[in-house]
């Protein structure tokens, strides 16, 4: 089983969809959990932290669920910019080293 | 900003020739990290560094070396390229941070092919 598994897609969604991504982590003593977007053949960028409460930052919403040991990406009113792969990543210490990638989930927007 | 530059976007080179990939980064950050990615594998880490001189090996550091001789410099060396290194190398630094990680900021990568 792998360390972090997310539903590689593809999500083709129309403009104006709402969208929601979910990313499971096999190691509960997880500690910290991001969200990047990597556009077609460009590096991963940053695109949210995860923090515990939840957080929001405009149409993105991310949600953690440390019982069941997953995180959620939500999308709102979708553009045709969102389309790109989100990568969950899930670091299970304090140390750099233990950082782990999800495979990333491809989404399409649609005209 | 941070800036995190790789040297090469795209590279193309022989087999059993020995290869070097530079990665520089402008923020001071202790972390430095090797990752390669390929289509449904994902980005695997090669090596990391956290800090000068001092290196660990990654999930696949096989075929490869690195070097750290300044903060902002990172170099990773295939020192007999193969085919099967044909990929993506992308090159990420961070600070350290504690108990919580602190998120990556990567380059923009090099496409290396061996032929």
Redesign the interface.
Known sequence: RKEVEQDPGPFNVPEGATVAFNCTYSNSAS??F?WYRQDCR?????LM?VYSSGNEDGRFTAQLNRASQYISLLIRDSKLSDSATY?C?V?F???????T????TQLTVLP | DVKVTQSSRYLVKRTGEKVFLECVQDMDHENMFWYRQDPGLGLRLIYFSYDVKMKEKGDIPEGYSVSREKKERFSLILESASTNQTSMYLCASSFTGYPYNSPLHFGNGTRLTVT
Do not use: D, I, N, T
Not at chain 1, 93 to 99: E, V, W
Not at chain 1, 101 to 104: K, R
């Open positions: 500690q910290s991001f460009k590096e991963p960028k940053l932290s990568l990543v670091a210490s304090g140390s750099a080293r233990q950082l990638f999800g495979s990333g």
